[in-house]
Nanobody, 123 residues
Framework: QVQLVDSGGGVVQAGGSLRLSCVAS????????MGWFRQAPGKEREFVAA????????YYSDSVKGRFTISRDNTKKTVYLQMNSLKPEDTAVYYC????????????????WGQGTQVTVSS
């Protein structure tokens, strides 16, 4: 199991950008599907994006498609989430997560989690 530390959150105006980072410790980062999730107050944790380790394919929720980009650097054991054209409804705590399952998308299928980083988008 990898240990994850995510960072990069902050306060930004609508239309702005942020880049989240998630650094992993452990020797098996390259064989983990990495994902980003978010949770707004009073709402369930929702899938945002994933990067499958076996073929590098990426997947996004409809709400962020075209605005967010997930990427990874296996040499740095780091996964990123570039967030552009941010909207107030993107406000949430963002979590990175890792799974040994290639096509993991549901939170329950991810066994490693970062501590979360707050993103606040003001209108």
């Amino acid at each position: 199991q990898v240990q994850l530390v995510d960072s990069g959150g902050g306060v930004v105006q609508a239309g702005g950008s942020l880049r989240l980072s998630c650094v992993a410790s452990g020797h098996t980062f390259s064989v983990y599907t990495m994902g980003w999730f978010r949770q707004a107050p009073g709402k369930e944790r929702e899938f945002v994006a994933a990067d499958d380790w076996n073929d590098g394919n990426t997947y996004y929720s409809d709400s962020v498609k075209g605005r967010f980009t997930i990427s990874r650097d296996n040499t740095k054991k780091t996964v990123y989430l570039q967030m552009n054209s941010l909207k107030p409804e993107d406000t949430a705590v963002y979590y990175c997560a890792g799974s040994r399952l290639i096509t993991a998308r549901a939170p329950s299928l991810f066994e490693s989690w970062g501590q979360g980083t707050q993103v606040t988008v003001s209108s």
